[in-house]
């Protein structure tokens, strides 16, 4: 166990290194992404000292590293420099859209994907299977930008019976539970669109090690002892298959919470981290990028070591390698 805690919290610190050395690998100025080129020219040279002084752009890297860190323990994640408020708020402010739409999206994906896998793998070979099969993979070759873009045009814009953008309808003034279907009527179209997104990689895994596991022996012997077929297609072959779903959830989990949010929030206009992020970047708000990237880092790691821990219920023989 304190191995495990050793190679998080080693892991925690290169992560927020990278986190500060990355951004400061992106082409351009700060400065210039801020103000503009032409208003950065007229800017004199005193302007420019007080600017740079005031969010440390004048001091070396390496000062400007420690700062951070300091910072950090501190709690204080800084201040933006396109936003012009501290770093904190402005996440706090798209943590629950990110949790919200992000979860429910893992949560649904991963459900359907486990248990359409498991059925699928069972009955490998027969109709059921490659009708499952065969759209899993047909909606597997759409990026998530194009599925989103189709479920806008078609919903949104077309039919008009769903909301295409933001999270909620400005100025309605809206409270209780109309508030709250607004916020599901603006949630239904982006979390749509990540589901199909995500459930091919689920479903074609656990279909995978489903084939594989009905070939072992303790299925054969399973079925020997007169248990219900349903009982070993969940309890016994479709329990072990969740072991490489589960560490490709941990893996891929800030891939999807950043591109895979990323995209689907620009086409929704949904005010999340992925957009967030992607304002940052083309702004050079470093601070902005580094506080959104440390947020994804701590939840990766936290799901990690769930994970971890997860894997011990499935399969207690893990637990003997620590």
Do not use: C
Request: hydrophobic letters at 50%; zero cysteines; a positive charge.
């Amino acid at each position: 166990m304190k191995k495990r805690w050793l190679n998080y919290i080693i892991a925690f610190f290169i992560i927020i290194t990278l986190n500060f050395v990355v951004p400061r690998l992106l082409p351009g100025d700060p400065l210039s992404a801020i103000y503009g080129d032409e208003v950065l020219i007229k800017l004199s040279d005193e302007a420019k000292d007080y600017i740079n002084q005031a969010y440390n752009l004048d001091k070396p890297v390496l000062s400007q590293y420690f700062i951070y860190i300091i910072s950090l323990f501190k709690g204080n994640l800084g201040y933006s420099f396109y936003y012009k408020n501290p770093v904190t708020g402005i996440l706090i402010s798209r943590i629950p859209y990110s949790l919200l739409l992000m979860g429910l999206s893992m949560l649904i994906a991963g459900i359907s994907g486990i248990f359409l896998g498991i059925e699928s793998g069972w009955r490998r070979g027969r109709k059921i299977d490659r009708f499952i099969l065969s759209t899993v993979i047909f909606s597997s070759s759409f990026p998530g930008f194009f599925v989103g873009a189709v479920l806008l045009v078609i919903f949104g814009v077309i039919m008009g019976i769903l909301p295409f953008q933001g999270a909620r309808e400005a100025y309605s003034g809206l409270s209780g539970i109309w508030l709250s279907f607004d916020y599901l009527s603006h949630l239904i179209l982006p979390l749509v669109s990540l589901v199909i997104v995500f459930i091919p990689s689920t479903y074609l895994l656990t279909r995978s090690s489903m084939i594989s596991n009905i070939k072992e022996p303790y299925v054969l012997l399973a079925r020997a002892k007169g248990l219900t077929d349903r009982r070993i297609r969940y309890l016994h072959a479709g329990k072990n298959s969740l072991i490489p779903v589960a560490t490709q959830s941990g893996i891929h989990l800030g891939t999807r919470l950043i591109t895979g949010a990323l995209f689907i929030e620009i086409v929704f206009s949904y005010p999340g981290m992925g957009g967030l992020i992607y304002n940052s970047i083309l702004n050079r708000d470093y601070p902005v990028l580094q506080g959104s990237l440390l947020i994804v880092t701590l939840l990766v790691l936290i799901i990690n070591f769930l994970i971890d821990i997860f894997y011990v219920k499935l399969d207690p023989r893990i637990n003997y390698a620590y």
